[in-house]
């Protein structure tokens, strides 16, 4: 069966640092990937996903960036985070024309 | 662009009650998907269902069921006898064929009093 995983589980930083949250997927190859921050108390926005290695498409300009340097992992970077950066985000992976699933989550705070 | 709408921000059920979740949505396709996904403290999304487009007969998973009204481009989802574990944030999603993300509503907090 499928898994995904997300790490870490909750980040703590100070404005201006930079940032790398990973996410892996196991059980499936070459599934879409999808990256989601959720604000406090807000819906899901769709930040960056891809369609396979070294393919990443932007859905929200920012300070943000995404890579996907292996088929089942999909890593969110920022070289300078901003306050406006914290939130709850979201990796998910899907095959073609089927189901979305998420990973468990990175709380980000950024102080 | 689609656009995913749901109208109640809170919604409220008494334990083994049954209570409708709405949500519209507006595209110009015919082949698309729609979802329900739960979202409970821990703030993992679990899916609770799906209905393909294509599809005349409604989704249902145990105690949970869709309305799918597709001229009307309205997906309600109903659950039926509530736990509280139902409990959660409910988001309706909608996507394109293809290789395309899922376009998120914003959400409906459910409780449920014992």
């Known amino acids: 069966s499928q898994t995904i995983h997300q790490w870490p589980a909750t980040l703590v930083q100070p404005v201006g640092s930079p940032l790398s949250l990973e996410c892996t997927v196991e059980?499936?190859?070459?599934?879409?990937l999808y990256w989601y921050r959720q604000a406090a108390g807000r819906g899901l926005q769709l930040l960056f996903y891809s369609v396979g290695i070294g393919q990443i498409s932007s859905e929200v300009p920012q300070n943000l960036s995404a890579s996907r340097p292996q088929d089942r992992q999909f890593i969110l970077s920022s070289k300078k985070l901003l306050l406006s950066d914290s939130g709850f985000y979201l990796c998910?992976?899907?095959?073609?024309?089927?189901?979305?699933?998420f990973g468990p989550g990175t709380r980000l705070l950024v102080l | 662009a689609q656009t995913v709408t749901q109208s109640q921000p809170e919604m409220s059920v008494q334990e083994a009650e049954t209570v409708t979740l709405s949500c519209t949505y507006d595209?110009?396709?015919?082949?698309?998907?729609l979802f329900w996904y739960k979202q409970p403290p821990s703030r993992q999304m679990i899916l609770v269902i799906r209905q393909e487009a294509y599809k005349q007969q409604n989704a249902t998973e145990n105690r949970f069921s869709v309305n799918f009204q597709k001229a009307a481009k309205s997906f309600s989802l109903k659950i039926s006898d509530s736990q509280l574990g139902d409990a959660a944030m409910y988001f309706c999603a909608y996507r394109s064929s293809g290789n395309t993300p899922l376009v998120f509503g914003k959400g409906t907090r459910l409780s449920v009093i014992a």
């Open positions: 595209t110009s396709e015919s082949d698309y998907y």
């Open positions: 998910a992976w899907a095959q073609l024309q089927e189901t979305q699933y």
């Open positions: 059980g499936t190859s070459n599934p879409n």
